[in-house]
């Protein structure tokens, strides 16, 4: 028994001294790899509203609305966006919808003014059904793209921010809305 306990301390040095030294070799690599602060920016945030106008397939109504995103980005040309819309204008029969989306975000420039990009977002949306009957929340798949003009190096005008979001899990079946969205995007840091 007490060689079990001499071995078992052995064991557990070992493994403690082989788990310091990957621990170093790899913050060493990582200090390796480090940026230069004057190049590379790392990440930038930017914060933005849009007018939007959808088709919903339900009903076949065509609402307008406001949304609201967060744009973080990277110098790699990928981000992630979240953005929530309210859709609450030309409703009828009361029918309201709500879509808060978070997903990844592909951006390029082209030339000194324009900004295309590409989105695939996934969340919750909210939908109330005709004279407030009933409501739920239900799963939003969402894709997109668009294009930014830069006005200043912080201020950007979107163009046009075009999204298509299925609702796979609808209530009466799988449930489609197309989009178009244009605002303004500001470069926070």
Same mark, same amino acid.
């Given at each position: ?8 301390? @052995?064991?557990? &040095?070992?493994?403690a001294i082989v788990f310091v030294a990957v621990l170093l ?15 590379? &920016? ?7 509203? *849009? ?6 397939q339900y009903g076949a109504r065509k609402m307008g609305g ?9 110098? &790699?040309?990928?981000? @992630? ?10 409703r009828t029969l009361n029918v309201q919808d709500a879509t ?31 004279? *407030? ?5 239900? @799963? ?17 005008? &979107? ?6 979001? *299925? ?23």
């Amino acid at each position: 028994m007490i060689e079990t306990r001499v071995g078992r301390k @052995l064991s557990c &040095r070992m493994l403690a001294i082989v788990f310091v030294a990957v621990l170093l070799s790899v913050a060493h690599g990582a200090y390796c790899q480090v940026a230069p602060s004057a190049r590379d &920016r790392g990440l930038s945030v930017a914060v933005g509203d *849009n007018v939007s106008g959808f088709y919903l397939q339900y009903g076949a109504r065509k609402m307008g609305g406001l949304s609201a995103f967060v744009d973080l980005d990277t110098t &790699r040309h990928w981000g @992630l966006e979240a953005e929530g819309r309210w859709l609450v204008f030309h409703r009828t029969l009361n029918v309201q919808d709500a879509t808060y989306l978070v997903g990844p975000r592909y951006y390029f420039n082209l030339g000194k003014k324009f900004q295309p990009y590409a989105k695939g977002l996934v969340g919750p949306g909210l939908f109330t059904f005709d004279y *407030n009957a009933s409501h739920g929340t239900y @799963l939003v798949v969402a894709t997109g793209g668009g294009v930014d003009y830069y006005i200043t190096s912080r201020l950007h005008l &979107r163009i046009v921010d075009i999204e298509y979001q *299925n609702w796979p899990h609808f209530p009466t079946g799988a449930m489609s809305a197309v989009g178009v969205s244009t605002g303004f995007r500001y470069t926070l840091f």
